[in-house]
C-alpha cells in the first residue's frame, strides 16, 4: 500500500514538471513571434512615416503659396479678438472705478462743517461754505469718522472691498489706520497690521479699524474684526471687553459714560452677533452683553447704531434684516415698508431718528412709527449724520451725497 502510494507521487510530480516545460517552450515561441511582429510593425511604420515626409512637404509648399492669404486671415482674427478683450479691459475699469469711488462714512460739527470719508483715503470736506477734497496719501478706506469739535477729528480706516466680498488690499496696502485732524493737520496716529481671525479652522480677512467713537477727547474707543482700541488722550491701546467680542463693526454712545457695541455675524461659521453697553469707568472700560436682543436682526449682524444723547436708555440698531429698538431694558424688533440692508442710523432726537441703506433708502422714526421717505437717489447709502433736524447728511455709492433741509432730500454735487 505505501509502496503504491509513493508511485502516485512520483507520477504525479513527473506530470506536473513536463506540463511546466510545455509552457515555457510556448512562451518562448510566443515572444519571438511578438518580436518579429514589432520589427513588421516598425517596417511598415517607416514606410508609412517616409510617406507622411512627402506629404507633409507637399502641405507646406502649399502653405507658402498661400502665406498672404493666411496673413490677411490672421489679421482679421487677431481685430476681432482684440474688441472683447478692450471691453473686458473697460469694463473692469469701470466696475472698479466704482467700487473705489465710495463715500463710507460722514460727520457734521456743531457749527455745520461736514466732513465725508471714503475709498482711497479719501476726505471730502465743506467748511464755510466751500467744498474742497484732501488725500490722506494711503489706499484704506475711511469707515467712519467722529470728532471732537470742529477742528479736532479722528477716522478709522481699513481694508477695501472690491471683487468677491472679500477685502483687498490695492498695491500692496496691509494695514489698518486711525488718522487724526488737529491743528489742521491730518496725520496717522496709529498703524496695525491685522491678523486674520479664526473660527472653527476656517480664516476669515480683518477687514481694519471701521468704528470709532469717543465720548471726549480723552476717551475714544475704535475696533476692527480682531482688534479693539482705547484711547486715554496721550496713548492708544488694546483692550479687551470682558466677553472678548470680535468683529465689532459699529460704535456709538450718549456723549457720557456710555455707548454701545454691534457685532457682525457669520452664520457659516456659526459666529453669532452680539450686542454690548458699555460704561467708561476713570481710565478703563466695562461692558455687559445684553442676555437678549431682537431675533431677526441678531441673526445677521449690526451695521449702525445710535443712542440719543438725552436719554440713556434709549438706543436703535441697524442690519441686514432690519431695525431693533431697545428702551427702558426692552428689546423689539420693528417692521417698515423695506426689507433693503440699512447699514447706518442717526437722529437728532429720541423722535427724528433716520435710518438709510441699500438703493438708496431713508427710512425715518417720528417717534412713535417708521416710514420709509422719498429718496432722490438709487445709489446705496453708507452713512448718515448731522447737527439739526434741518441739517443731515448721508452718503453712499459713486461719491453720492444727499442733503436733508428738514422738508426733502436733495443731491448734492461736492466734486
Keep these: ?52 515626409d512627402t506629404e507633409s512637404e507637399s502641405r507646406s509648399d502649399s502653405a507658402v503659396e498661400n502665406e498672404s492669404d493666411s496673413n490677411s486671415s490672421t489679421d482679421s482674427a487677431s481685430d476681432t479678438a482684440q474688441g472683447p478683450d478692450s471691453d473686458t479691459d473697460s469694463s473692469t475699469e469701470e466696475y472698479l472705478s ?94 496695525d497690521v491685522l491678523d486674520e481671525i479664526y473660527y472653527n479652522f476656517v480664516s476669515i480677512p480683518d477687514w481694519g479699524y471701521r468704528a470709532i467713537w469717543g465720548a471726549d477727547a480723552n476717551r475714544i474707543v475704535a475696533a476692527s474684526d480682531s482688534k479693539m482700541l482705547l484711547f486715554d488722550g496721550q496713548d492708544w491701546q488694546e483692550w479687551k471687553s470682558e466677553s472678548g467680542v470680535d468683529m465689532v463693526a459699529a460704535i456709538h454712545g450718549t456723549g457720557e459714560d456710555r455707548f ?25 472700560v466695562r461692558c455687559e452683553a445684553f442676555p437678549s436682543a431682537c431675533p431677526l436682526i441678531m441673526a445677521s449682524g449690526i451695521y449702525g447704531i445710535w443712542s440719543g444723547a438725552s436719554n440713556n436708555d434709549t438706543a436703535w440698531f441697524v442690519g441686514s434684516t432690519g431695525i431693533c429698538g431697545w428702551t427702558n431694558g426692552v428689546f423689539e424688533d420693528v417692521s417698515y415698508s423695506s426689507q433693503e440692508t440699512l447699514w447706518d442710523v442717526w437722529g437728532s432726537g429720541a423722535g427724528d431718528v433716520y435710518a438709510v441703506g441699500d438703493e438708496g433708502l431713508i427710512v425715518h422714526y417720528n417717534g412713535s412709527d417708521w416710514s420709509q421717505m422719498s429718496s432722490p437717489v438709487t445709489e446705496t447709502l453708507y452713512a448718515v449724520h448731522g447737527n439739526a433736524p434741518d ?19 436733495q443731491r448734492i454735487d461736492v466734486r
Design 1 to 52: 500500500m505505501n509502496k503504491a502510494v509513493t508511485r502516485l507521487i512520483w507520477a504525479g510530480l513527473i506530470i506536473v514538471i513536463a506540463a511546466c516545460q510545455t509552457e515555457d517552450s510556448i512562451d518562448d515561441d510566443a515572444s519571438r513571434d511578438g518580436a518579429e511582429t514589432d520589427t513588421d510593425r516598425n517596417t511598415d511604420g517607416n514606410q508609412e512615416t517616409e510617406s507622411g
Design 391 to 409: 441739517n443731515i447728511y448721508a452718503v453712499g455709492d459713486n461719491e453720492t451725497v444727499v442733503h436733508f433741509n428738514g422738508e426733502s432730500w
Design 260 to 284: 454701545y457695541m454691534g457685532t457682525l455675524a457669520y452664520a457659516q461659521l456659526d459666529v453669532d452677533t452680539k450686542a454690548e453697553m458699555c460704561v467708561f469707568n476713570d481710565n478703563e
Design 98 to 191: 466704482e467700487m473705489l469711488n465710495r463715500f463710507k462714512a460722514v460727520w457734521v460739527s456743531d457749527s455745520g462743517n461736514v466732513y465725508i470719508g471714503g475709498d482711497r483715503s479719501r476726505l471730502v470736506t465743506m467748511t464755510d461754505g466751500a467744498w474742497q477734497t484732501v488725500q490722506l496719501g494711503t489706499n484704506n478706506t475711511i469707515y467712519d469718522l467722529w470728532g471732537v469739535d470742529n477742528n479736532h477729528l479722528f477716522a478709522a480706516a481699513g481694508s477695501t472691498l472690491v471683487g468677491d466680498g472679500r477685502p483687498e488690499w490695492p498695491d500692496g496696502e496691509t494695514t489698518g489706520r486711525i488718522f487724526e485732524l488737529s491743528d489742521g493737520e491730518w496725520q496717522v496716529v496709529k498703524t
